[in-house]
């Protein structure tokens, strides 16, 4: 079935330090990926989203790149600071465009 | 911004008890997802909606059912609760350009 797999599981950087996160999608039609935050005790927040029809995306510390080519897509996070400590999703679109399908999560740590 | 009010933070209910999960949102989207989320499982959808009294299976719908009879409340029951359904239940909404806003959550402990 189709089926996103997001590494690592977890992931602990020093403040300022880069954090990099990647995930892979098996399903070709995907085109649509969105990345989404979740704080403790809250509900996930969408971050960055990118479409198959552009390769990268950024909006200021945070950037998405995408290879449709490989089907891996990745988050990239600058200059790290502790607030952007949080458990991260990926997520891809399914094959009938109606839901999106979720990876396992990334739960960052950023050490001041 | 678009605000989806779960009605429960936190809820126990015992084995056996039908349980209902609200969902409401101030929008107007059309599209209304409950996920469930468990340690190491990453988010898995349960049913969605895509319109009024129509309902769609996501990849694990057994134990659960829903109800959307009005565009801005979508509500997950779970006819006959077991300890297996201990969770986190999570409601999303979205318009056609996909991107989700998602609930706070409802941690719901069958015991």
């Known amino acids: 079935g189709e089926n996103v797999e997001q590494h690592p599981s977890t992931l602990s950087v020093q403040e300022g330090d880069s954090a990099v996160i990647k995930c892979t999608y098996s399903d070709s039609a995907s085109n649509y990926f969105p990345w989404y935050k979740q704080e403790l005790g809250k509900g996930p927040q969408l971050i960055i989203d990118i479409r198959s029809n552009v390769g990268e995306k950024k909006d200021q510390r945070i950037a998405v790149t995408l290879n449709k080519t490989a089907k891996h897509f990745s988050l990239h996070i600058t200059e790290t600071q502790p607030e952007d400590s949080a458990v991260y999703f990926c997520a891809a679109l399914n094959q009938a465009g109606t839901a999106l399908i979720f990876g396992k999560g990334t739960t960052l740590s950023v050490s001041s | 911004d678009v605000k989806v009010t779960q009605s429960s933070r936190y809820l126990v209910k015992r084995t056996g008890e039908k349980v209902f999960l609200e969902c409401v949102q101030d929008?107007?989207?059309?599209?209304m997802f409950w996920y469930r989320q468990d340690p190491g499982l990453g988010l898995r959808l349960i049913y969605f909606s895509y319109d009024v009294k129509m309902k769609e299976k996501g990849d694990i719908p057994e134990g659960y059912s829903v109800s959307r009879e009005k565009k801005e409340r979508f509500s997950l029951i779970l006819e006959s609760a077991s300890t297996n359904q201990t969770s986190m239940y999570l409601c999303a909404t979205s318009t056609a350009n996909y991107g989700y806003t998602f609930g706070s959550g409802t941690r719901l402990t069958v015991v």
């Open positions: 929008m107007d989207h059309e599209n």
